[in-house]
């Protein structure tokens, strides 16, 4: 957990975790837990007395991303990040916040990488945010960010098989399997995510009161919102071009597949009537016909050869054989 106050631009690191009792004019203070939610949420009940609603969307563990307004007119907002380890490991936690005009929480049960970046960011910072809106529209935009990388990393793996497929006819069917599972798991809060953003900007806009605050405020939503949108184009485009692959790879392996049952039908076919006449003079009680004759061995040789000979002639008539 961490607590920062800022104040007249500059910040600081509370020791203490409780909030303040009187609220000052141009001070506010951000909160952040990590780890146990059962510690967030005693945390909660004592400093906020906050409704059971608004606690259980702020500390249950399965969450989805939403957006409401509770009895006390604060926000409380679930969103997914990403925690992208590599190509092919990718985490997608929880961020929630309670957020007023002099107060944001936020609470994680495992590290979100975009509150990371941005706490290292305002220690080096020279200007530090204004209000919890700004702060909150910060967290989000990196969220974006961290979202939008991971497509694109995607999309690049995506491109490489492609271009595979063109020049070789190869796929990698593992890495194939990789990424439409990773664009699956991204798709699953995108829209919901997109939702949730729209509503924020709706009601934060409705609490900003300064227009030219608004109008600042506005247009940064706008663009954060812009690119979830864009994010969503490319997922679902993504999404088409594995199903062009996976069509094509069905394709070719039925074709081979036919091809080899063609292929042993043909076999199959061609020594049928030839296993057919061995097999009946094999069998003929009386011995085989003609027997100790000097020409009949050549005799049946002759024939199974003319036999053969039909059958080849046949098959390429019938276009059997190429």
Not at 87 to 111: G, M
Request: charged share 25%; hydrophobic share 45%; proline share 3%.
């Amino acid at each position: 957990m961490f607590a920062l106050k800022f104040e007249n631009h500059q910040t600081s690191l509370l020791a203490d975790s409780e909030l303040p009792k009187l609220e000052q004019a141009n001070v506010f203070y951000w909160y952040h837990f990590d780890g146990d939610l059962e510690d967030a949420r005693q945390w909660l009940k004592d400093q906020l007395k906050t409704d059971s609603h608004s606690l259980n969307a702020l500390c249950d563990e399965l969450t989805r991303p939403r957006v409401f307004v509770n009895d006390t007119e604060q926000l409380i907002l679930t969103l997914r990040s990403i925690d992208y380890k590599n190509e092919n490991e990718a985490e997608f936690p929880s961020l929630r916040a309670w957020l007023s005009h002099n107060v944001l929480i936020t609470i994680a049960r495992v590290t979100v990488p975009a509150v990371t970046v941005l706490y290292e960011k305002i220690q080096q910072l020279d200007k530090y945010p204004k209000t919890p809106y700004y702060l909150i529209w910060r967290l989000v935009d990196l969220m974006t960010d961290h979202i939008s990388a991971h497509l694109v990393d995607l999309d690049e793996n995506l491109n490489n098989i492609e271009e595979e497929w063109e020049l070789n006819q190869k796929i990698d069917s593992h890495k194939l399997h990789s990424i439409r599972l990773n664009i699956s798991h991204v798709g699953r809060f995108l829209l919901a995510q997109l939702e949730a953003l729209q509503k924020l900007d709706h009601e934060v806009a409705e609490i900003i009161s300064s227009k030219s605050e608004k109008g600042l405020y506005q247009v940064r939503w706008r663009e954060t919102i812009n690119t979830l949108r864009r994010d969503i184009e490319v997922h679902a485009a993504m999404r088409e071009r594995i199903g062009l692959l996976r069509d094509a790879l069905q394709q070719r392996n039925t074709e081979t597949s036919n091809r080899t049952i063609l292929l042993l039908s043909v076999v199959a076919t061609f020594f049928l009537p030839l296993t057919f006449l061995a097999s009946l003079l094999g069998m003929n009680v009386a011995g085989i016909p003609a027997y100790d004759h000097p020409w009949a061995f050549n005799a049946v040789c002759i024939t199974m050869v003319i036999i053969a000979l039909i059958q080849w002639l046949l098959f390429k008539r019938w276009r059997w054989l190429k």
